[in-house]
């Protein structure tokens, strides 16, 4: 796949105005904002998901609507400073440029002031973006729309981007805000929050003890079987984010938010990441796994923001060196999901090694890799190795986004951890036979498989330290 996102929709002019309070105002009993020179201006809307999805590593094209003004030169030019970024924003003389205002003292918001006209666009002008859209579909693999209510993703629109889509066999995701769901009808991928899938649902929840998750799930089947939906992926704030899938498949991530400072815009964030991740290969419950940890990351900013590959990296690298106990509630939150676990000493990380891990978690929903310790190694290769030592090692693995979680063992084989993770999938290079691959009968016990990956001849450890030896 290459990467590439198509988003259209809402686009939106998000401006931030900062200064004090220290008094009331005589006239009336409301707060005096004394702005300072703290005055911004971002990308909101649609713009805020392309930003997000570059920000994933992406490239991302946008097709919008804004309106002649002042406010639309402001957005072409934060359109064109993105980094792989590039858009089609088409000039409806009748509208206005979407904005936001935002006034701020601190961290909190005192007013917000909506200039918009969202009436429904035009004929004309929908001709237009199908137009674009048909020249440009071809070179991207995943199309999102993005829709505000701002007029601009009409119904009518909608279902002939989702036709064309389709036969084109893109992935379409959709950020609906119709409390109808019927014009996302044969999308792909649907991620309302809580409070959309209950509206469109048209459900009232009347008993305040029953299990959000439950409901999530409930709803959530029934939508999919309606609107012909392959998947819903709700988020539902302090309660994390769900998965449920046509295949009756479910999962429920935690939220990973440590603070909450600013809720607008997680849900751009997710719907970004989960967009990104599938053009790049992912699975939809590794993509979204990848969202929720974006979206933490997104709430604990002020404002519309956007959370790159390194904030993401800076976040998860410690998550991902575990003990055994640590690692249950992963193990229970993807119970319905195939774990891959594989093992070995990757010492002096080479080509070899980055292929077989890359191919090893293609076919497996989580990977768990067992790293020998120290002292393991000695064991098993003599007293002069290892040559980095396992806190080396295992923080260069954790660098690794192909990799899920790290566990160090003492003991020559795996066996233990294979015991207790039981795993569904154990990989190993090919130069093992089946029978030969530690775990293989207790695999049979719970049904799990062995699967071997082809070796990238002569990329081996021992061949690197050889060459050394000889060069000095």
């Given at each position: 796949?290459?990467?590439?996102?198509?988003?259209?929709?809402?686009?939106?002019?998000?401006s931030?105005?900062?200064?004090?309070?220290?008094?009331?105002?005589?006239?009336?009993?409301?707060?005096?904002?004394?702005?300072?020179?703290?005055?911004?201006?971002?990308?909101?809307?649609?713009?805020?998901?392309?930003?997000?999805?570059?920000?994933?590593?992406?490239?991302?094209?946008?097709?919008?609507?804004?309106?002649?003004?002042?406010?639309?030169?402001?957005?072409?030019?934060?359109?064109?400073?993105?980094?792989?970024?590039?858009?089609?924003?088409?000039?409806?003389?009748?509208r206005?440029?979407?904005?936001?205002?935002?006034?701020v003292?601190g961290?909190?918001?005192?007013?917000?002031?909506?200039?918009?006209?969202?009436?429904?666009?035009?004929?004309?002008?929908?001709?237009?973006?199908?137009?674009?859209?048909?020249?440009?579909?071809?070179?991207?693999?995943?199309?999102v729309?993005?829709?505000?209510?701002?007029?601009?993703?009409?119904?009518?629109?909608?279902?002939?981007?989702?036709?064309?889509?389709?036969?084109?066999?893109?992935?379409?995701?959709?950020?609906?805000?119709?409390?109808?769901?019927?014009?996302?009808?044969?999308?792909?991928?649907?991620t309302?929050?809580?409070?959309?899938?209950?509206?469109?649902?048209?459900?009232?929840?009347?008993?305040?003890?029953?299990?959000?998750?439950?409901?999530?799930?409930?709803?959530?089947?029934?939508?999919?079987?309606?609107?012909?939906?392959d998947?819903?992926?709700?988020?539902?704030?302090?309660?994390?984010?769900?998965?449920?899938?046509n295949?009756?498949?479910?999962?429920?991530?935690?939220?990973?938010?440590?603070?909450?400072?600013?809720?607008?815009?997680?849900?751009?964030?997710?719907?970004?990441?989960?967009?990104?991740?599938?053009?790049?290969?992912?699975?939809?419950?590794?993509?979204?796994?990848?969202?929720?940890?974006?979206?933490?990351?997104?709430?604990?900013?002020?404002?519309?923001?956007?959370?790159?590959?390194?904030?993401?990296?800076?976040?998860?690298?410690?998550?991902?060196?575990?003990?055994?106990?640590?690692?249950?509630?992963?193990?229970?939150?993807?119970?319905?999901?195939?774990?891959?676990?594989?093992?070995?000493?990757?010492?002096?990380?080479?080509?070899?090694?980055?292929?077989?891990?890359?191919?090893?978690?293609?076919?497996?929903?989580?990977?768990?890799?067992?790293?020998?310790?120290?002292?393991?190694?000695?064991?098993?290769?003599?007293?002069?190795?290892?040559?980095?030592?396992?806190?080396?090692?295992?923080?260069?693995?954790?660098?690794?986004?192909?990799?899920?979680?790290?566990?160090?063992?003492?003991?020559?084989?795996?066996?233990?951890?294979?015991?207790?993770?039981?795993?569904?999938?154990?990989?190993?290079?090919?130069?093992?036979?089946?029978?030969?691959?530690?775990?293989?009968?207790?695999?049979?016990?719970?049904?799990g498989?062995?699967k071997?990956?082809?070796?990238?001849?002569?990329?081996?450890?021992?061949?690197?330290?050889?060459?050394?030896?000889?060069?000095?």
């Amino acid at each position: 796949m290459s990467g590439r996102v198509l988003c259209i929709g809402d686009i939106i002019l998000d401006s931030y105005s900062h200064g004090d309070v220290k008094r009331i105002s005589p006239e009336a009993p409301i707060p005096v904002l004394k702005i300072n020179n703290n005055k911004y201006e971002v990308l909101g809307g649609c713009g805020n998901v392309a930003k997000n999805i570059c920000g994933a590593g992406s490239k991302c094209h946008i097709i919008s609507v804004c309106g002649d003004d002042k406010e639309s030169l402001v957005l072409k030019k934060l359109l064109k400073d993105a980094k792989k970024l590039t858009f089609n924003l088409l000039t409806d003389p009748t509208r206005c440029t979407t904005k936001k205002i935002r006034f701020v003292s601190g961290n909190q918001q005192i007013l917000r002031v909506d200039k918009e006209f969202n009436k429904p666009i035009s004929s004309k002008l929908e001709a237009k973006v199908l137009k674009i859209l048909k020249s440009k579909i071809d070179f991207f693999d995943v199309v999102v729309l993005s829709d505000y209510s701002k007029g601009f993703l009409t119904d009518n629109l909608l279902k002939n981007i989702i036709e064309i889509s389709k036969k084109k066999e893109k992935v379409v995701i959709i950020d609906p805000k119709k409390s109808d769901f019927h014009p996302y009808k044969g999308a792909d991928i649907i991620t309302p929050n809580f409070k959309e899938l209950l509206e469109a649902s048209k459900f009232e929840k009347n008993n305040k003890k029953e299990n959000n998750s439950n409901i999530v799930v409930t709803l959530s089947k029934e939508l999919l079987r309606k609107y012909k939906f392959d998947a819903i992926v709700t988020t539902r704030s302090s309660d994390g984010i769900s998965i449920v899938d046509n295949n009756n498949d479910y999962l429920h991530l935690p939220s990973k938010a440590q603070e909450v400072f600013d809720v607008s815009g997680a849900g751009d964030t997710v719907i970004a990441y989960i967009a990104a991740g599938i053009a790049k290969g992912k699975s939809l419950f590794n993509a979204t796994e990848i969202a929720n940890d974006a979206a933490g990351i997104a709430v604990g900013k002020f404002g519309t923001t956007v959370v790159n590959e390194k904030d993401l990296l800076n976040s998860n690298q410690s998550k991902k060196l575990l003990k055994l106990e640590e690692l249950y509630n992963d193990l229970k939150k993807y119970k319905t999901k195939t774990i891959g676990f594989t093992n070995g000493c990757f010492d002096l990380i080479h080509q070899g090694h980055i292929f077989y891990l890359k191919e090893a978690r293609k076919m497996c929903d989580f990977l768990i890799l067992g790293l020998n310790s120290d002292n393991s190694i000695k064991k098993i290769k003599g007293k002069d190795r290892p040559i980095l030592s396992q806190i080396e090692r295992s923080e260069i693995l954790k660098n690794f986004d192909f990799i899920d979680r790290i566990l160090i063992f003492n003991e020559e084989t795996p066996i233990n951890l294979i015991k207790k993770i039981k795993p569904n999938i154990i990989f190993k290079g090919d130069d093992y036979s089946v029978k030969e691959v530690v775990g293989s009968e207790e695999m049979k016990k719970w049904g799990g498989q062995i699967k071997l990956i082809k070796c990238v001849k002569g990329k081996s450890t021992s061949n690197i330290i050889r060459k050394i030896k000889n060069v000095t």
